[in-house]
C-alpha cells in the first residue's frame, strides 16, 4: 500500500509560521519526487514547492520564495515545508504528493500518489 499523510495546518495569524509535514507509508519517499501543492476556492492547483529524488533540486513558486522551505528527513520518511511570514493569501488546502520521475517537474499532473491534504488559513 502506497499512502501519504499531511499534518501540522491551522489557523495562524499573519506573519506568523507553520510547518507541514508529508509522511510516507508503503513506500521510500527518497525514491520519489515529492511535491507541495496548494489549492485555494475557485483556483487551479499549483505547485508551491517541490523536492528531486535524485541531487535534491527544489523548485519554488515565486509567490513563496524566501519564506518557504522544503527538506528531506530520510531518518523519519518525510518531507517538510517550513512556512515562515506567511500571509493571507497562503490560505489554501495544501497537499502532499509523490512522483516516481525521472522527470523533475512542479507540475501536478507529473504526480501520481496524493494525500487528502491539510487546511492552513491565514488571518487575523
Known amino acids: 500500500q502506497l499512502q501519504l499523510v499531511e499534518s501540522g495546518g491551522g489557523l495562524v495569524q499573519p506573519g506568523g509560521s507553520l510547518r507541514l509535514s508529508c509522511a510516507a507509508s508503503g513506500f521510500t519517499l527518497d525514491y520519489y519526487n515529492i511535491g507541495w501543492f496548494r489549492q485555494a476556492p475557485g483556483l487551479e492547483r499549483e505547485g508551491v514547492s517541490c523536492?528531486?529524488?535524485?541531487?535534491?533540486?527544489?523548485y519554488y513558486a515565486d509567490s513563496v520564495k524566501g519564506r518557504f522551505t522544503i527538506s528531506r528527513d530520510n531518518a523519519k520518511n518525510t518531507v517538510t515545508l517550513q512556512m515562515n511570514s506567511l500571509k493571507p493569501e497562503d490560505t489554501s488546502v495544501y497537499y502532499c504528493a509523490a512522483d516516481r520521475g525521472p522527470e523533475f517537474l512542479c507540475e501536478f499532473y507529473e504526480y501520481d500518489y496524493w494525500g487528502q491534504g491539510t487546511q492552513v488559513t491565514v488571518s487575523s
Open positions: 523536492i528531486s529524488r535524485s541531487d535534491g533540486s527544489t
